[in-house]
């Protein structure tokens, strides 16, 4: 291996140390690890920028500012109130409520979209009754980057690969990845609630005073919420068709958050860019040039394709290596560049004789969706909730995720296992 593949895996081993100690934000571990690839000559400035995912990042912005105008409506708080009133204020049916809307709100939408509308949701909840909003959050962290492992729309990796395998279509996506999402979600709402129980206990008398509340005068501005809707409705009619339109995901929704401000006027500008989660944004710079480092050296597609040759091309042992290899780095890893190395990969079975590669691109879809359950940094949604979290002044660390999310997503890949095997292999 060459000096400067060393080098890439020092300091990746380094600044993750740091992401996980916490010992300095992780923006700034983040950034200065990406900086360190580029000053040590590990990467170019121009091969890192290439490497920075600006339509993941555009997505964001531009989702960031269309909630934060639309907040100022009210509507969430609307949002929150008739749900509590609807699970009659019980926070485990809240729980679950919530949990349940997040998933499929994941699977036909894009995840980061989804929390994005429901984190601000869920704090207006937990503030009337008074509980701790983390376990709200880790439960929608975890069915987001479920319900998105559902179809073709709903998670990063699914679209590159449904992008690099013109067979796999939309419809594919749901008759293949869906049956095994809804069982995954079946198994971990019990488990959500047997968890986090104790954590969220209220009184009867905040339970009767959200009760008792007038939902509808919560909403501020109605020409306001309608204009927020009519774009918003727009927006996600966009992420449906964007395929169709040959447009990128954040076309869609930059495009959505400009046309919103051309509306509502330039009042509404400095209050929508001030609201961006640009910690996030940066932490995403800095973990995509840090990861290029080991793209670029090769250390990754070395991991890979020894790991490859360890199965001798048989289909149902590539199959499960693929889901626990995926699975294992995108809980560690950013899933995006790693799906991007093992796509090629897998074509190149396919070119060695291989002559089934479904259940390895169904595998590699599992994987890398359900792995970024594992750790905070595993997927773009953690993060994003994670830093609007930290913002409203309830930090949800690396090690409290962990504690739940890497046993969690260890048990739906077990499920995995089986589901390829039986369905697949057998």
Known sequence: MEQQAFWAIGIFL???????????HRTVAAMIGGLLMVTFGIVNQETALHHIDFNTLGLLIGMMMIVSITADTGLFRFIAIWAAKKSKGNPVRILISLTLITAIGSAFLDNVTTVLLMVPVTFSITRQLRVPPVPFLITQIIASNVGGTATLI??????????????????AFINNLAPLA?????????????????QIQTTPELTRTIMEMDEKSLITDKKLLRKSLSVLGLTILGFFLHQALHLESATVALAGAFALLLLTGEHKME????????????????????????????VIAKLAAQA????????????????????????????????????????????????DLEPLWWSLAL????GGNGSLIGA??????????????HPITFMTFIKYGFPLMLLSIVLSSGYVYVRYLM
């Open 154 to 171: 709903g998670d990063p990796p699914n679209i590159m690969i449904g992008s690099a395998v013109k067979e796999l279509t939309f419809m």
């Open 182 to 198: 809804a069982i995954v979600m079946a198994v971990y709402i019990p488990l959500f609630v047997w968890l986090f129980r104790r």
């Open 271 to 298: 209050t929508a860019f001030t609201k961006v989660e640009w910690t996030t944004i940066f932490f995403f710079v800095g973990l995509f040039v840090l990861v290029s480092g080991l793209i670029e050296t090769g």
């Open 380 to 393: 773009s949604a953690n993060l994003i909730v994670a830093g609007m979290s930290g913002k409203e002044g």
């Open 14 to 24: 380094i600044i993750y140390a740091l992401i996980i100690s916490e010992e300095i």
């Open 308 to 355: 490859m040759e360890l199965t001798n091309g048989n289909v149902m042992a590539s199959s499960l290596l693929i889901l626990w290899l995926s699975a294992i780095a995108s809980a560690f890893l950013d899933n995006i560049p790693f799906v991007a190395t093992m796509i090629p990969l897998i074509q190149e079975m396919g070119n060695m004789g291989v002559s």
């Open 367 to 370: 994987g890398a969706c359900l």
